[in-house]
């Protein structure tokens, strides 16, 4: 059996895809408690603090949009979709690392850490080890 065929991989994007689900509501529902986890100092102002809460709950929503995406690629769509969606979701977590580095100059591998793991686990699933 190929590596892409292990139905393992199917249940470790489910994992991520729960990941991203619980990160989203939390995002949405608590995102001054949430704020913490996404590695940016802590907004000193109302107006700062109003401005981050939403900014939290868009984030919250591309999160849910990722969950979604993954549950529906590994339980309806094709491997090759399941891999590349879990590639771009890497690829969003690198982002966010590269942005929390920028701005923090530190906290880019609690992003680029589990980022780098979905990504393998993505390109397993599309096929680059047969």
Known sequence: MAISAHPGLRLVATFFGTIFLGFGLNYIFRPREAYSTFGLPAPTTPTDQHLMDSF?????????????????AAYFGSRKTLGIVL???GFCAGVDGYVVKRHTGTGEWNH???GSVITVVGALTLGVLG
């Open 56 to 72: 939290l709950a868009l984030f919250g929503a591309k999160d849910l949009f990722m969950a979604v995406a993954i549950y529906s």
């Open 87 to 89: 590639v771009m979701a």
């Open 112 to 114: 680029w850490g589990y």
